[in-house]
């Protein structure tokens, strides 16, 4: 059950994002705009199919998945990955990107609260943790 998982959310904390930047590899001039950035993140689902469209001051992305189904991402930063979002509990999205053409693996678990959204990321041993708040 995922009840908890669509809605718009407004990014207003985060730590270590440019740690973790730095270790994917992310150019310095992207890394300082990514973390001056408060992306705007809205969830919607349809049945089976989610989108995620991801607004900020870097890019603009959207995403189209069903859970569990493997799809290509060119990730906010440009990597091109091999993405899967599972559910992993009750309201808790587990994103794992595989790194294609030589770039590293790393992962995402976004935990949906009533008021907000916390996404923790890692990529090797660094690790960022991201909260959102949920938007009325």
Known sequence: MAELVPGKYQMTQ???FDGFMACLGVGYITRKLGNQSYPEV??????????????SLVKTS????????????ITGDGRKVLSTMSLT???????QMLGTEGG????????F?????????QVEDV?????YERKK
């Open 113 to 121: 609260m009533a008021e907000k959204m916390k996404c923790v990321c």
């Open 89 to 95: 509990a009750p309201n808790t999205i587990l994103h």
């Open 104 to 111: 590293k693996d790393s992962f995402c678990t976004r935990e």
């Open 127 to 131: 690790i960022t943790t991201r909260i």
């Open 14 to 16: 985060s730590e270590n």
């Open 62 to 73: 959207e995403l189209n998945f069903k859970l569990g189904e493997q799809f290509e991402e």
């Open 42 to 55: 809205t969830i919607d689902q349809d049945v089976d199919n989610y989108s995620m469209k991801t607004v």
